[in-house]
Each structure stands twice: as structure tokens, then as C-alpha cells.
């Protein structure tokens, strides 16, 4: 219950602060970056759904918005049949539930995103950044067998205007990296590519690959900057799946553990202090934390979704027990550890997360609770 309190009082007081307005970054022309203090970000915007999220966070005035994936759904869905002849669920389904869309679908659902009125006013204040999830890679759970993959990965950079000669339109994945603020108070953003290398779930193999480690090592090992966000479309620390299984699975980095164990090995032996997780996609929100991943405990701040909650799953009359049943599901089926402390919180609500210089502050709060 106090972690659910101090969850609370992090979304209230992060929406309260005040700091400047302007921004800066690495890839920007200003030669006197200024100090970013507002960072929001979110995932799961239903593009043919309504969007009222964008008004709070446009009031937020963020200087800096990340897309945290399926930033748009591009994918198609049959409807649930369990049975007849067309059937879409269980063990005996004969036909996909999901099925991609065409290259001229998927870019007409970006601009219907892009257009939103409110999210257009979002771009005009703040510098938009992100990556990608499954829907917006093409298909749902989909990893680097998918084919159309390098025809999202164009439309991706085009919804996010990226330059035509970015390193991003030439190499394989839309991984990436942001240095933000004046030397002293910098703030690094590292996006993650969690879909275009990834092997098939269940084989415990790669979520990166090979050429994006050795990125990740390199960016991690570079100079220091006081605060650094790495951003994972799929949720870091929570094991939610290990509990949920064999019912269902939510994709995470705990499906595949032997790459979980040398990113945080990876982290560690960098020396790097400043370092958090940011994810998105299951529809819901939680603040995890992981006390054996580092010199220090490492967090993940998991904000899902923009348009999208775990409540709108199911029918209006159990949405009530679904947020009993995340809210009453114990940390410890969440962060599994025979030697380390854990917690873990969640709001089943749809709203952004919006980091600011308070973060830390509540975060050593959410620490020492």
C-alpha cells in the first residue's frame, strides 16, 4: 500500500513542477544547450481512437516527448473465435489472430496519427523522439523474422521526421541515442530496438543482436552525463509473465534472460551512475525496482498507454477485478530473487510519465520507503 501511495504522489508532484522551457540537443545546431527538465513519455496510441491525453501533456509543456512503441497500431486482427472453422484462439486455432497491413495502410494510419490536433500542438513545443513496438513494427509479438520490417522501419523515421540522411535510414534497426543539456546537467536518452533482431520468444536468444550490443556498449561506456534513460519498448524488471503463465505472456526482457543478465552486467561493469529504464506496451503502469543490476537499484517506469488500458480488455463489468488483480499481485511474483530487495507498484490507468529534476528525488524516496 505505501508504494502505491508514493506512486501516486510521484504522478502528482511530477505534473506540479515548474522548471525552463527550452531544450537542446546532440542533434540540434544550438551551441548553449540549456538544462532539460521535462521529459514525458508514453506508448500505445490507438491512432483511430479518441486522444484527450495530449491536452495534459502539452499543459505539462514538456521540452522533450519519447515514444516508447505502438505508437500507432498497424497490425489487423481477426475476431476471437474459439470455434467454427476460422479459429483464432487455443491450442487449436488453424489461423493467426493478428495479420499485417500494407505499406499504404500502414502509412495512412501514420498520418492520422500525425495529424491529431493534439499531438500536432505537442510537436510545435517539444523535440519528439522514440522507437518502436510491436504494432507499429507490423505485427503483434512479431520479432526479426517479420519481412516487412524494413518497410516500417522507413515509415517509422518518416512519422518521426527523421532526416533523409540520419544514420537511422541506413543501418539495420531504429536504435539511437540523444545527449540533451549544458556540460554538468546532461541528460542521455538511449532508445532501444527491441523488434528488429529479437529471436522467436521461447529460445532465450537475443533481443538486440549483435551489432546493437556492441552500440550499447560503446554508448554506455562513453563520457558520463549525470542522468541516463535507457527507453526499452518492452518492460526491463518485471517478470509479470513468470506469474501470468501459462494463461498468457506479456513480452518482457525477462522472457529472455541470459540477455537481461548481460545487460545489467553490462551496466555494471560500465561504471555509469545515473542510469533508469523507461518501457511501455502492457497497458498499464508500474514502477519496478531491482537492487542486484548494478552498483545501485536500478527502476523501471513503465507508462502504458496513451490510449490503451489493461481495463478496456475486457467487458466494462470486470474491469473492476482486473485493477484488483494488478494491484494485489505481490511484488514477489513480479521481481523474482533468492538475495535481492524488490518493489513493485502499478496503475492501471491509461496516462503518460513525465520525468523532471524531482524524479530522483522520489525515486530515492520510493527507495528508502
Not at 150 to 155: A, D, P, V
Not at 164 to 191: H, M, N
Request: aromatic residues 12%.
Amino acid at each position: 500500500m505505501a508504494a502505491c501511495i508514493i506512486w501516486q504522489r510521484f504522478l502528482h508532484l511530477l505534473v506540479l513542477f515548474e522548471a525552463a522551457s527550452s531544450f537542446s540537443s546532440s542533434h540540434g545546431d544550438s551551441s548553449h544547450p540549456a538544462v532539460v527538465s521535462r521529459i514525458a513519455f508514453g506508448s500505445c496510441s490507438n491512432q483511430s481512437a479518441p486522444q484527450p491525453i495530449w491536452d495534459a501533456i502539452v499543459d505539462f509543456d514538456p521540452q522533450v516527448f519519447v515514444w516508447l512503441g505502438d505508437n500507432i497500431y498497424g497490425d489487423n486482427k481477426h475476431p476471437f473465435r474459439l470455434l467454427g472453422k476460422e479459429r483464432t484462439i487455443g491450442p487449436w486455432k488453424n489461423m493467426p489472430r493478428f495479420f499485417p497491413s500494407t505499406e499504404e495502410e500502414m502509412r495512412r494510419r501514420y498520418q492520422l496519427a500525425k495529424s491529431n490536433p493534439g499531438y500536432s500542438k505537442l510537436r510545435r513545443t517539444a523535440q519528439v523522439i522514440g522507437t518502436w513496438d510491436d504494432h507499429d513494427y507490423g505485427l503483434n509479438d512479431a520479432g526479426k523474422e517479420f519481412s516487412g520490417k524494413n518497410i516500417s522501419q522507413r515509415l517509422l523515421l518518416d512519422f518521426l521526421d527523421e532526416a533523409e540522411d540520419s544514420p537511422r535510414r541506413q543501418q539495420a534497426g531504429v536504435y539511437t541515442s540523444y545527449l540533451f543539456g549544458p556540460k554538468g546537467k546532461q541528460v542521455k536518452v538511449i532508445l532501444l530496438d527491441t523488434r528488429f533482431h529479437r529471436d522467436p520468444l521461447f529460445s532465450d536468444g537475443t533481443i538486440l543482436g549483435d551489432s546493437q550490443w556492441q552500440w550499447l556498449e560503446k554508448e554506455l561506456n562513453s563520457p558520463g552525463s549525470e542522468i541516463t534513460i535507457i527507453a526499452s519498448s518492452i518492460q526491463v524488471i518485471s517478470n509479470l509473465s513468470a506469474t501470468t503463465g501459462p494463461l498468457f505472456y506479456t513480452e518482457s526482457w525477462g522472457r529472455f534472460p541470459k540477455e537481461r543478465e548481460r545487460l545489467y552486467r553490462l551496466i555494471k561493469d560500465s561504471k555509469r551512475s545515473g542510469i533508469f529504464f523507461i518501457s511501455g506496451d502492457v497497458h498499464f503502469g508500474e514502477v519496478t525496482r531491482y537492487d542486484c543490476g548494478a552498483q545501485y537499484p536500478l527502476y523501471d517506469i513503465t507508462s502504458s498507454g496513451l490510449t490503451q488500458a489493461i481495463e478496456k480488455v475486457v467487458p466494462p463489468p470486470l474491469a473492476v477485478i482486473t485493477r484488483a488483480i494488478a494491484w494485489l499481485t505481490p511484488t514477489t511474483m513480479r521481481v523474482f530473487s533468492v538475495t535481492c530487495r524488490y518493489r513493485s507498484c502499478t496503475y492501471g490507468m491509461t496516462a503518460p510519465m513525465i520525468i523532471s529534476k524531482v524524479s530522483y528525488l522520489l525515486i530515492a524516496w520510493f527507495y528508502y520507503m
